[in-house]
């Protein structure tokens, strides 16, 4: 089953009403898109918390929760995903066969340091105790064009079709992120360059100056 | 996905004339649009102005109407939040004295003193000053709000051994 708009807002309203103390997070993926009014459902919900006492309370919830009684809590992604980005990011998966899967990540998502992510959101979606930040559309496209999956590709376009970019933004993220770990942006090139070459969406300079950091040329 | 593209094509403000004329369209027709992209929430401020109402579009809708922690308040958030519900004024009690308690701020005391009258539900507000750990706090503003304001609401008994009132 996928999770609309509103089954998603009952099941994250259900989750702050059990809370004992206030938790924050980032909400990311198809859910972030379905707030931005550019999807209609999702197959996951994707959570991202910044403490451990956090994540054990929140998957108690979801399991008190009377449609998630016999889910079962995996660690295995149910996707397939490039195996050197699972090494630190692998989430909690809460799966049961029909209803929507919850992957609640711990600060990397898919080895992807998501502090200055979450510090940089200037959205605040409230559910009660629950306090998500939204992640903002240059970040979200960041996080979408590591893993090379083809839904990822379509989501890619259709945040760039419909929503302003700030791509000097999205530069000055991706050049600080690149003294940290320049595999991942070898991946986020790889597939912006893929997204122009079919359509020319992304800006040139964009492209030139992610190149450039690898010491290549166009 | 209508909505969207006009968002899109009408970014920014805008009157009525301004609409009929960037879209080539009859006056009474961009009536009709203005009520379709407000429905789905893409129009983010309204201004009367004497030669007609301004109209804020951005593309990315807000998300409901009732939202913003400190809507009744003065402050102005770093953020914008959004809820679905409204919250509760035991929750924003609870929220402005944790903040105070942070950030060593006597404004946001002030603020929490003027929803003090409009307590309601005594669970409900345990809860939250449980949840942000400050019924200490709460303790002192509700003896101090007593003598300052009239009408108070009184604290039923299991509370007011709970608080220590």
């Known amino acids: 089953m996928l999770a609309d708009k509103e089954l998603l807002e009952n099941l994250l309203n259900y989750i702050g009403k059990k809370l004992s103390h206030e938790v924050d997070g980032l909400l990311i993926g198809g859910n972030a898109m379905i707030f931005y009014g550019l999807r209609g459902q999702t197959k996951d919900i994707d959570l991202v918390l910044f403490d451990k006492y956090d ?14 009684k016999e889910s079962k809590i995996i660690k295995k992604l149910p996707y397939k995903i490039n195996p050197e980005l ?6 909690t998966v809460i799966q049961n066969s029909d209803l929507p899967r919850f992957d609640i990540f ?13 510090q940089n959101c200037k959205r605040t979606l409230r559910f009660d105790l629950l306090k998500l930040k939204l992640v903002e559309p240059e970040d979200l496209i960041f996080l979408k064009s590591v893993s090379r999956r083809p839904v990822d590709q379509d989501d890619i376009v259709r945040i ?41 969406l992304i800006p040139k300079f964009v492209i030139e100056e992610i190149v450039k950091l690898f010491g290549l040329k166009l | 996905m209508f909505e969207r593209n006009l968002a ?16 080539n369209i009859k006056k009474s027709t961009s009536y009709f649009y203005i009520h379709r992209l ?39 958030s770093s953020e914008i939040e ?19 308690k942070d950030e060593n701020n006597q404004r946001y005391i002030n603020e929490a003193k003027k929803l003090v009258r409009s307590i309601k539900n005594w669970k409900k507000l345990y809860r939250y000053l449980k949840a942000y750990k400050i019924i200490e706090e ?17 604290i039923p008994k299991r509370y007011k051994r709970l608080i220590g009132v």
């Open chain 1, 55 to 68: 994540i054990a309370a929140i998957t108690q919830i979801i399991k008190s929760h009377p449609l998630f």
């Open chain 1, 86 to 91: 699972l090494k630190m990011g692998e989430p």
């Open chain 1, 106 to 118: 711990y600060k990397h998502v898919f080895s992807i340091d998501t502090e200055k992510i979450f």
């Open chain 1, 160 to 200: 760039i079709k419909n929503l302003q970019i700030n791509w000097k933004y999205f530069l000055e993220f991706v050049k600080k992120y690149h003294k940290k770990d320049d595999r991942v942006i070898w991946l986020v090139l790889g597939n912006l360059y893929d997204i122009n070459k079919k359509e020319e």
């Open chain 2, 8 to 23: 899109n094509k009408l970014k920014g403000w805008n009157t009525i004339s301004d609409i009929s004329e960037k879209l």
């Open chain 2, 38 to 76: 407000n429905k789905k929430g893409f129009i983010l401020q309204k201004i009367k102005k004497p030669r007609g109402t301004m109209y804020l579009i951005d593309s990315i809708p807000s998300f409901s109407e009732n939202h913003g922690m400190l809507k009744n308040t003065e402050i102005v």
């Open chain 2, 82 to 100: 959004f809820s679905k519900n409204e919250i509760p004024s035991e929750h924003r009690i609870a929220y402005l004295l944790r903040k105070s």
């Open chain 2, 138 to 154: 709460f303790k002192q503003l509700y003896i101090e709000s007593r003598k300052e304001i009239k009408k108070v609401p009184s």
